[in-house]
């Protein structure tokens, strides 16, 4: 009995989870229909609320955004806006961060969160997963020039974690994809990834 209930639960709770997350992402994004003006929104044009509708505008309006950046003309209005977001104090420092750190994780030359590597941690003799982010910049590499920048998720939520800089010789490379690696950390080790055999 137990044991039914159990795999039950097993086969369950990743459905519903899943559409819970599912369910939020639509949601927040149904709230961009608030932009329109109301005489535009789906309830007036369509007599009805549709959920999905705000997705699809906000996909939209991210590719057209692209492709209007993707210019001369575009890129100089993305200037022009910059400077003028730098001359306010507070917001010039949260802009220039977010924006550093979304260059760095989705530009395709980036190398951030291309690697998986052990490295021991919090003790020796104890290891973790941990994605390479960089070396490090400024000061720190003048002092530290064999080492690399590391993120260390926590799980099972490896949206936070811990930044270290450690020598490039107490890491241990992983032939293991950033994807199947979030996966194991996600699952506190439940789910292991297929073992891959060195590239010669």
């Known amino acids: 009995m137990k044991r039914y209930f159990i795999t039950g639960l097993l086969i369950w709770i990743p459905v519903a989870i899943t559409v819970w997350v599912l369910a939020l992402i639509v949601n927040t994004l149904d709230q961009s229909l608030l932009l329109l003006p109301e005489s535009l929104r789906p309830e007036h044009l369509l007599g009805r609320y549709i959920p999905g509708l705000g997705v699809i505008l906000t996909l939209l309006v991210v590719f057209i955004t692209g492709l209007v950046t993707a210019n001369i003309i575009g890129q100089r209005l993305v200037r022009f806006s910059e400077k003028l977001l730098a001359r306010i104090p507070v917001v010039k420092s ?83 994809s950033v994807d199947n690696a979030l996966k194991y950390i996600v699952s506190m080790g439940v789910v292991s990834p297929p073992a891959r055999s060195p590239h010669r």
């Open 94 to 176: 949260v802009y220039y961060s977010v924006k550093q750190v979304s260059d760095t994780v989705f530009s395709s030359n980036g190398q951030a969160f291309r690697k998986a590597v052990l490295v021991q941690y919090p003790r020796e003799g104890s290891w973790t997963i941990a994605f390479i982010t960089g070396q490090p910049g400024g000061d720190a590499a003048r002092h530290l020039p064999d080492h690399v920048s590391l993120y260390v998720p926590t799980t099972p939520n490896p949206t936070s974690g811990f930044f270290l800089m450690v020598p490039r010789s107490e890491l241990i490379e992983l032939h293991m």
